[in-house]
């Protein structure tokens, strides 16, 4: 069974590429048409993202959506190793 990413999951993996890419919040936001309060709410995983939206950020981040979902380039969930020890 596949499974589900959370929001928070994905908030965390909007900001690494953000910030990867050098922009701020206030950047995407403008970019995708909303204010820099609901990025960071997005970037903490405190409110819901609709698909439509996901795509919006994907496409200005220049990142795929598979990946801010947690998948590889074949669409194989990808999950942090439990630490062992």
Excluded at 16 to 40: C, F, M, P, Q, Y
Excluded at 56 to 80: M, Q
């Amino acid at each position: 069974m596949a499974r589900r990413t959370s929001g928070k999951e994905i908030g965390r993996r909007i900001r690494a590429a953000r910030l990867a890419r050098g922009v701020t919040g206030e950047w995407l936001a403008e970019k995708i048409g909303t204010d820099k309060g609901t990025v960071s709410r997005i970037e903490h995983g405190a409110t819901g993202l609709s698909t439509d939206r996901l795509q919006d950020i994907a496409a200005a981040l220049g990142a795929e959506v598979g990946v801010l979902l947690g998948r590889d380039a074949t669409g194989v969930s990808v999950r942090p190793r439990a630490a062992t020890g």
